[in-house]
Structure formats: structure tokens, C-alpha cells
């Protein structure tokens, strides 16, 4: 199975701040990654497929990049409603496999 | 605009079976690929299977002697089933669609503890 190593586990941020999220694949997943948002009490939104395509309706301070096999997810400019557990999600090969998970929250 | 509704019994006793259903309005399930995730207690996410347009599906290999998945186009629903289940299955499950590999539509979830 491909892992997929998240980090940071959690964070703390300012409003307006940058914010950078990383997974780490173990081996090389070709672009096949995304991105998603659990907002408390909610269920998980697509927020990036593709390692840098937006989905509909996601805001552009959003933006998703690639270095080699370390994928990262990056907020600019972050917002009150930006608050929750964010997830990479591998889709080269089965099983597709999840990072641990990033929980974003405000300083 | 597509939604799924997950439902089932919220408590199940160890070595019995788990069964949820997932309801589709908005879309066809004879369309596209429908899943299962689920999220554990402290947030790992774990891809459990799906079934396919063509009624052909796919598992976890952690979960593949355990699970099954089956539809009902008649009702536009799937079915989750997982045998003899532990402590270790609690957790919250979702269903969602497939888009190109990525999993674009969630139903809201449903919570299920196994406890005796």
C-alpha cells in the first residue's frame, strides 16, 4: 500500500496568515492526489484533485503543488471559515489511502 | 445537485454485522463508482470499497474476508456490509461518490459504536 505521511498533525494559525500542509507519498503517485476539508461537524469536501486542479466553488487562496513525491496544500490568506481537519488522499494505485490528517485551528 | 444519506443502527454488538445504507437522490448510481470511507476515533480515514456503474466492486484488502458492497438501482441505493465486527470497526462511516478517483459528493455520516 502507498502511505502517506501528513504534516503537521495540527496547527495554529493567524487570520490573513499563509498556511502550508504537506503529505509525503512513499512512493511516486504521478499527480493522483487531493485535497479535503472536514469542517467541524461537517463531512468531507473536495477541495483539490489532480495535485492542483480546484474544485467548484473552492475559493482561489487555495492552491495545491507538487515537489517530487511531496505534495502540499497552501492558504493564503487564511479565514475564520478555513477552520477544520484537512486530508490528502492518494489515487494512483489501490487501496487508496488517506494522510493522518491536519488539524488547522486559530491562534 | 447530487446527495447521499447514510443510514443504519448506530450500535452493533461484536461478531455481528454491520449493515448501512446509502441513498442517492440527484444522480444515478448506475453512473460513476460509490463508496465507503470511514474515520476512526482521532481522525484516520481508511478507504473501505466501492461498487461500479457495471455492478463490479472492489475492497480493502485489510477488510476484503469481511465486507461487502451491493446496490439496488431500482431504490438508487448501495449497501455496506461488514461481518463480525470488533471494537475496532467503531467509527464514523461515510458514502460518497467517485469522480476520476477522488471522492466529490459525501453523505453527512453515520456514527457506529460496536459495544456489547
Known amino acids: 500500500d502507498i502511505q502517506m505521511t501528513q504534516s503537521p498533525a495540527s496547527l495554529s494559525a493567524s487570520l490573513e496568515e499563509i498556511v502550508t500542509i504537506t503529505c509525503q507519498a512513499s512512493?511516486?503517485?504521478?499527480?493522483?492526489l487531493a485535497w479535503y476539508q472536514q469542517k467541524p461537524g461537517k463531512s468531507p469536501q473536495l477541495l483539490i484533485y489532480?495535485?492542483?486542479s480546484l474544485a467548484d466553488g473552492v475559493p482561489s487562496r487555495f492552491s495545491g503543488s507538487r515537489s517530487g513525491t511531496q505534495y502540499s496544500l497552501t492558504i493564503t490568506r487564511l479565514q475564520v471559515e478555513d477552520i477544520g481537519i484537512y486530508y490528502c488522499?492518494?489515487?494512483?494505485?489501490?487501496?487508496?489511502?488517506f494522510g493522518g490528517g491536519t488539524k488547522l485551528e486559530l491562534k | 445537485e447530487v446527495q447521499l444519506q447514510e443510514s443504519g443502527p448506530g450500535l452493533v454488538k461484536p461478531s455481528q454485522s454491520l449493515s448501512l445504507t446509502c441513498s442517492v437522490t440527484?444522480?444515478?448510481?448506475?453512473?460513476?463508482?460509490w463508496g465507503w470511507i470511514r474515520k476512526f476515533p482521532g481522525n484516520k480515514m481508511e478507504w473501505m470499497g466501492y461498487?461500479?456503474?457495471?455492478?463490479?466492486?472492489d475492497y480493502n484488502p485489510f477488510l476484503k474476508s469481511r465486507i461487502s458492497i451491493i446496490r439496488d438501482t431500482s431504490k438508487n441505493q448501495f449497501f455496506l456490509q461488514l461481518n463480525s465486527v470488533t471494537t475496532e470497526d467503531t467509527a464514523t462511516y461515510y458514502c460518497?461518490?467517485?469522480?476520476?478517483?477522488?471522492?466529490?459528493?459525501w453523505g453527512q455520516g453515520v456514527m457506529v459504536t460496536v459495544s456489547s
Open positions: 512512493q511516486d503517485i504521478s499527480n493522483w
Open positions: 461498487i461500479s456503474y457495471s455492478d463490479s466492486t
Open positions: 440527484g444522480y444515478s448510481i448506475t453512473s460513476n463508482y
Open positions: 489532480g495535485a492542483t
Open positions: 460518497a461518490r467517485y469522480y476520476s478517483s477522488y471522492f466529490d459528493y
Open positions: 488522499q492518494q489515487a494512483s494505485s489501490g487501496p487508496w489511502t
